[in-house]
């Protein structure tokens, strides 16, 4: 007996749903759509023409658009155009009719990503937003062994420290002290609290080895970055993710 298990859940790397256009002009067509994708967690808007979806990429900054041939206005090869212009990345699954194969070649030619004919199931277009969506900057949630915050993950078993794509080593002690920070995200750490936990030291004239550690941490964490590493002078530190 099988089981069908679930796909892991796509999110940005921030952590937020990832975001998806509809471009439609059959009303119950992209109902259905909206719903379904909805139903996997991430956040929808629609569109029923040419206009409105040109406008709403700009506002939304979608993660994958799905997009049909023929528009009220004008067809989806000007809105992937355009759409481009402000976002060259942005994945593109067209909808075409049956048998308009010359749409097909079309859409492929102009720079569109895969495509799914009419008459479709929900379900293979929820698979191939996924597979379009995992070649660009949206991940699968954290398995419990990988701790995010922010842009910057942390895998406790393969030892993996990674911030916006780059990958970052780090000393063992660096390593346990940065899992402790990441295990109490946006929560202000006395320097008595870490050195028990990552030192084993009862607080007693060790507060400078935290300090120490605490630079050479961001260092490698945010030199160059946006700061995720905070102190609260007379308190601790709290790392949050970055503005």
Request: hydrophobic share 45%; aromatic share 6%; glycine share 6%.
């Amino acid at each position: 007996m099988t089981t069908n298990t679930p796909a892991p859940k796509l999110t940005r790397i921030d952590g937020t749903p990832v975001r998806v256009l509809v471009v439609d002009d059959e009303a119950n067509l992209t109902e259905l759509l909206s719903m379904a994708l909805r139903y996997e967690g991430w956040e929808v808007r629609a569109a029923g023409s040419g206009l409105a979806a040109v406008r709403a990429a700009k506002e939304f900054a979608p993660d994958a658009v799905v997009l049909d041939m023929m528009l009220p206005d004008f067809d989806g090869m000007e809105v992937l155009r355009r759409m481009r212009a402000d976002d060259p990345n942005v994945p593109v699954l067209f909808l075409t009719a049956k048998d308009a194969i010359e749409d097909r070649v079309a859409g492929l030619t102009a720079g569109g990503d895969d495509y799914v004919t009419k008459p479709f199931s929900l379900e293979e277009v929820v698979a191939r937003l996924r597979a379009l969506m995992r070649r660009t900057a949206v991940v699968p949630e954290a398995s419990d062994s990988v701790l995010v915050v922010g842009d910057l993950t942390l895998d406790e078993d393969s030892h993996e420290v990674i911030r916006a794509g780059e990958q970052i080593q780090l000393t063992a002690t660096e390593f346990e002290l940065l899992r402790y920070l990441m295990r109490n995200p946006k929560r202000v750490l006395s320097k008595a609290q870490i050195l028990d936990r990552v030192w084993n030291y009862d607080f007693g004239g060790q507060a400078n080895v935290v300090e120490l550690y605490i630079s050479y941490l961001r260092k490698k964490i945010d030199a160059g970055r946006s700061p995720m590493i905070h102190t609260m002078r007379g308190v601790g530190y709290v790392l949050k993710p970055a503005n």
